[in-house]
T-cell receptor, first 110, second 118 residues
Framework: QKEVEQDPGPLSVPEGAIVSLNCTYSNSAFQYFMWYRQYSRKGPELLMYTYSSGNKEDGRFTAQVDKSSKYISLFIRDSQPSDSATYLCAMSAYGNKLVFGAGTILRVKS | GAVVSQHPSRVICKSGTSVKIECRSLDFQATTMFWYRQFPKQSLMLMATSNEGSKATYEQGVEKDKFLINHASLTLSTLTVTSAHPEDSSFYIC??????????????FGDGTRLSIL
């Protein structure tokens, strides 16, 4: 079993839809949770960063962490074609390296 | 803030050539930088952790004599792929985290270097 599970998709949605991206994990020591967006042939861009449990909102993006269920989510409201990319979840324990999910390919159709 | 610059963005060279990739933190200092490799349609694979002023820490299965890492300052780390062969062709990405961030998180990534060995 992988430490971090993420459905690779692709996930196709119409423009304006609410997108829900998820990851589950098995290591209860993880405390830092991140979502990255990666366009083709580019490096990952940090979207959201959360420490421990709870919600965090930034514009159209909302990140949720449920440590009791070992489950994190990223919601994208009013999705746009420019949101089409691969979304990577990543997490780590204190002082340890990042562990990435496989990445979910998102396609927003106009 | 927290911009990481990687150079070059694209390299095409003959087999047997050594290739150097630079990773710079432009607006912050970082004692630790990370080097990743990414194959098409796959996630990032950590190769090594670059520590300023000391030897890099390599992940299992990564040849340290093949992938030489130097972290000479708080803003620059270099990865040299020595005697590159076609199987070394890949997308190499570096990341760094500002000194003031706890636990080296979050990491900020460069735009990657696409290496093609003919």
């Amino acid at each position: 079993q992988k430490e971090v599970e993420q459905d690779p998709g692709p996930l196709s949605v119409p423009e304006g839809a609410i997108v829900s991206l998820n990851c589950t994990y098995s290591n209860s020591a993880f405390q830092y949770f991140m979502w990255y967006r990666q366009y083709s042939r580019k490096g990952p861009e940090l979207l959201m960063y959360t420490y421990s449990s709870g919600n965090k909102e930034d514009g159209r993006f909302t990140a949720q962490v449920d440590k009791s269920s070992k489950y994190i989510s990223l919601f994208i409201r009013d999705s746009q074609p420019s949101d089409s990319a691969t979304y990577l979840c990543a997490m780590s324990a204190y002082g340890n390296k990042l562990v990435f999910g496989a990445g979910t390919i998102l396609r927003v159709k106009s | 803030g927290a911009v990481v610059s990687q150079h070059p963005s694209r390299v095409i060279c003959k087999s047997g050539t050594s290739v150097k990739i630079e990773c710079r933190s432009l607006d912050f200092q970082a004692t630790t930088m990370f080097w990743y490799r990414q194959f098409p349609k796959q996630s990032l694979m950590l190769m090594a952790t670059s520590n300023e002023g000391s030897k890099a820490t390599y992940e299992q299965g990564v040849e340290k004599d093949k992938f030489l890492i130097n972290h000479a300052s708080l803003t620059l780390s270099t990865l040299t792929v020595t005697s590159a062969h076609p199987e070394d062709s890949s997308f190499y990405i570096c990341s760094a985290s500002p000194l003031w961030e706890q636990s080296n998180q979050p990491q900020h990534f460069g735009d990657g270097t696409r290496l093609s060995i003919l």
